[in-house]
Structure formats: structure tokens, C-alpha cells
């Protein structure tokens, strides 16, 4: 069975896993851990922890689990008292923390009990803190801070050198394809980059690189992007290896569609500049409007993913 590693964070993440769980594949999350607002963000403060939000996400794809357990793992307090805005996920997985000792331990056991179609890794078991630098010299502390920016990112780094997870260097040597999903680009994917480890394994590794290429611009971060930008820009933060295959959308959306989000988030479509890009372009109509919003079909999307691999 040939091993897929997927890098991020969020609900670009999520999505993906949600399909290629369904496929005959070892699977590996790296989930980044420097998300710092609402209810991860306290328990980060009071706790000294990692981010969970992203990996009580990445969890929930992954399980094998009732609807009903769904929602009760995303249920989300809203009261006067200190659990407002937090989620029962979160708070059991800083449970799962502190009662085997540390998160690695404490997702391996939430994910037994939830009987999970693969595995969930942070990226590192450290309080990390992102730092943006922006067009104007100045700099951004927090990824929640960075995200409500309105500047320009130019960089990001973490205050702190990290020290990542061994599991995370271990499953970058056995992979035969690592993949960096779509999602913030700047606050989901590059955090699990900025360390030299990772890198050096990375570069070490037969595994071909994979992109899954955002549809939509994030504001502040990939304005005017196009999806060679996309790909130099993650380029940029890799070492000797590069991208060897980008996945795009092709597919039309809706013109009403994109005009909303246009006028009330700031997002614009991104476009495949086919002339300026260097790897392997999959191209296909990966578009879900299935509820009014634009998001990618998990199931063609991980139909691609997983034709690729059977013919490495």
C-alpha cells in the first residue's frame, strides 16, 4: 500500500482528507499548530499547548463516526462563563494532552476511540508563535493577527525556532507522495515548512511533491495571485526539491457566484497562467456550488490524487 502524506491545516485540509480516506492508501496528516484565536487560542494561553483547532478538524474528516459525533466534537459553547466559544473537541483533545502527557499521545488516543482512516500528526508539540512581515517592513505576531491584517504578507517565520515532531521527519522518509493542500497559503501550508528538518527530509525523500491549488484568492495573502504564483511562492520556502505537479481547477463557476464573492469577501478566481508554470499541471473541474459556495469536489479531487499515485 503506497503512503500519502498531506501538509496543512484548516478546512482546505479537512476537505481533501474527507476523500482520500475512502481510498486504498497509507495516510498521514501533518497538521500545522500555530492557529492562536477563539477557543484554541485561550487554551494555548492557559495551557502552554499547541494549536488544536486545525488538528480537531483534520480528526473529525478522518473519522469513521456518526453524524451525531460530528457535531458534538464541533459543538461550540456560547455562554457567559469561561467555556464560551470553546469547542468539545478541543477541549478533549487538551484532555488527551494532559492526561498521557503530551498532544502526539493524546491524538493517538481520540483517534483509536473514533476508529480514524489514518493518521494525525502535529506538527510540532511546542507553543509556536507565526510572525508575518509585510510589504511595509513591519511585522505581524499571531496568525490570527496576520490573518486580520490588512497589509501585505512578504514573509512569514516563527518567533521561535520549532522543534518538530520526530513523526513528522519519520513519515516524510516513507512517503511516495507528500502533498500540500489547498488552504491559506501563507497560514496553513508554509508553517510546515519553516524548519530546516523538515526541508533536509524533504530533500532527502523519493516522494514526489504534490500542490492542490486554491480556487479562490485570500485577501492579504494571495491577491492577484495565479496558480504559477501559488507554486513559486511554496517553491520559495522548499529547498532543493521542488513542486513536481500542481492540481488546478478548470472547471467554470458561476458568474453570480464570483461577483458575490467578489463584493463581500475580496476573493477573485484563480486562473491557470499555464506559460509560467514548470511542473505537471492536473488539470479538471473540481468545483462543488452544491450549497452556494465555492469548494472543491473532495471526491474528483482525490480521484486525481489517487490515479497519479498508481502510476508512480
Do not use: W
Amino acid at each position: 500500500m503506497k503512503k500519502v502524506t498531506v501538509f496543512g491545516g484548516g478546512t482546505g485540509m479537512s476537505t481533501l482528507l474527507k476523500g482520500l480516506k475512502e481510498f486504498p492508501i497509507d495516510l498521514s496528516a501533518v497538521v500545522s499548530v500555530c492557529d492562536d484565536g477563539r477557543s484554541t487560542g485561550k487554551l494555548r494561553k492557559e495551557f502552554n499547548i499547541p494549536a488544536m483547532g486545525d488538528i480537531r478538524k483534520v480528526i473529525i474528516s478522518l473519522a469513521k463516526t456518526e453524524p451525531l459525533m460530528e457535531s458534538l466534537l464541533e459543538y461550540r459553547f456560547d455562554t457567559c462563563s469561561d467555556l464560551n466559544e470553546h469547542t468539545v473537541g478541543n477541549l478533549l483533545l487538551t484532555a488527551g494532552a494532559k492526561v498521557t502527557g503530551n498532544l502526539s499521545d493524546g491524538i493517538k488516543a481520540i483517534s483509536k476511540v473514533l476508529n480514524l482512516r489514518g493518521k494525525v500528526i502535529p506538527f510540532s508539540e511546542e507553543d509556536i508563535t507565526l510572525v508575518g512581515e509585510m510589504e511595509d517592513g513591519s511585522q505581524v505576531v499571531g496568525e490570527s493577527e496576520i490573518t486580520e491584517s490588512p497589509l501585505k504578507i512578504k514573509k512569514v517565520f516563527y518567533k521561535e525556532e520549532p522543534n518538530v515532531c520526530s513523526e513528522v521527519l519519520d513519515t516524510i522518509k516513507e512517503s511516495d507522495l507528500i502533498v500540500f493542500s489547498m488552504g491559506s497559503l501563507y497560514t496553513s501550508i508554509i508553517p510546515n515548512l519553516l524548519s530546516k528538518d523538515v526541508i533536509d527530509e524533504i530533500d532527502k525523500s523519493n516522494a514526489k511533491l504534490m500542490y492542490v491549488c486554491n480556487m479562490m484568492s485570500q485577501p492579504g495573502e494571495t491577491d492577484d495571485f495565479k496558480v504559477s504564483d501559488h507554486i513559486n511562492t511554496i517553491n520559495e520556502y522548499l529547498g532543493k526539491r521542488k513542486i513536481d505537479v500542481v492540481i488546478a481547477n478548470n472547471g467554470p463557476i458561476d458568474k453570480e457566484i464570483i461577483e458575490k464573492y467578489a463584493t463581500l469577501e475580496q476573493k477573485d478566481p484563480i486562473y491557470i497562467d499555464e506559460d509560467n508554470i514548470n511542473c505537471e499541471i492536473l488539470k479538471g473541474n473540481y468545483v462543488d456550488l452544491s450549497d452556494g459556495f465555492i469548494r472543491h469536489n473532495y471526491i474528483k479531487l482525490s480521484v486525481a490524487i489517487f490515479s497519479y499515485l498508481l502510476d508512480l
